[in-house]
């Protein structure tokens, strides 16, 4: 069982918003300001989308978004394209003794 | 640009020894951690651990605290992970990646290891 919980998979359509969450605890995601996402297809390694719960890197299309409530933290990707269908994990620093946390992450198919 | 390119798959068999590589370039390798995530087939990621390649100070997963080892030689910007006795549930595909600032910012191509007698 991963430390972060995320939902199994989420669909939609091209050009609809879809939103995956990312529950933890006080020790970890709601703790710190320190969740991040990684996008990853069949085959690739991950790729960094978002860091330190809302910030994009340089490069990654701003049709993606984090933010955090709690010990919630979620990913938007609006607008949907095909090319968004992949498995997505979100991480958290965690102040336990792992020091470092993923979800199990979650498949997105785009409809 | 900065990449991080790891060694080769392997294929070992139960109870061999094997250490898998992680080379750094287009960046002080010192500046940033490198951690390492396991990600077993069909299943998802797992931080491992992390180390300072400044000074090899390091860090562990609790699962995995002993049964791996994390080491770098900066003189040659490159991390190691390390088995000395290997298991058929080791078999997976491992990536490194430098963290810096809270996120792992940049991920090796991976190395597959796959164990079977």
């Known amino acids: 069982q991963s430390a972060l919980t995320q939902p199994a998979s989420v669909s939609g359509s091209p050009g609809q918003s879809i939103t995956i969450s990312c529950t933890g605890t006080s020790s970890d995601v709601g703790g710190y300001n320190y969740v991040s996402w990684y996008q990853q297809h069949p085959g690739k390694a991950p790729k960094l989308m978002i860091y330190d719960v809302s910030n994009r890197p340089s490069g990654v299309s701003n049709r993606f978004s984090g933010s955090k409530s709690g010990n919630t933290a979620s990913l938007t990707i609006s607008g949907l394209q095909a090319e968004d269908e992949a498995d997505y994990y979100c991480?958290?620093?965690?102040?336990?003794?792992?020091?470092?946390?993923f979800g199990g992450g979650t498949k997105l198919t785009v409809l | 640009e900065v990449q991080l390119v790891q060694s080769g798959a392997e294929v070992k068999k139960p109870g061999e020894s094997l250490r898998i590589s992680c080379k750094g370039s287009g960046y002080s390798f010192t500046s940033y951690w490198i951690s390492w995530v396991r990600q077993m087939p069909g299943k998802g990621l797992e931080w491992m651990g992390r180390?300072?390649?400044?000074?090899?100070?390091?860090n562990y997963s609790p699962s995995f605290q002993g049964h791996v080892t994390i080491s770098a030689d900066k003189s040659i910007s490159t991390a190691y992970l390390q088995w000395s006795s290997l298991k058929a549930s080791d078999t997976a595909m491992y990536y490194c990646?430098?963290?810096?600032?809270?996120?792992?910012?940049?991920w090796g191509q991976g190395t597959l290891v796959t164990v079977s007698s």
């Open positions: 990646a430098s963290l810096r600032e809270a996120a792992l910012r940049v």
């Open positions: 991480s958290s620093y965690t102040s336990s003794s792992t020091y470092w946390v």
């Open positions: 180390i300072d390649p400044s000074d090899s100070y390091t």
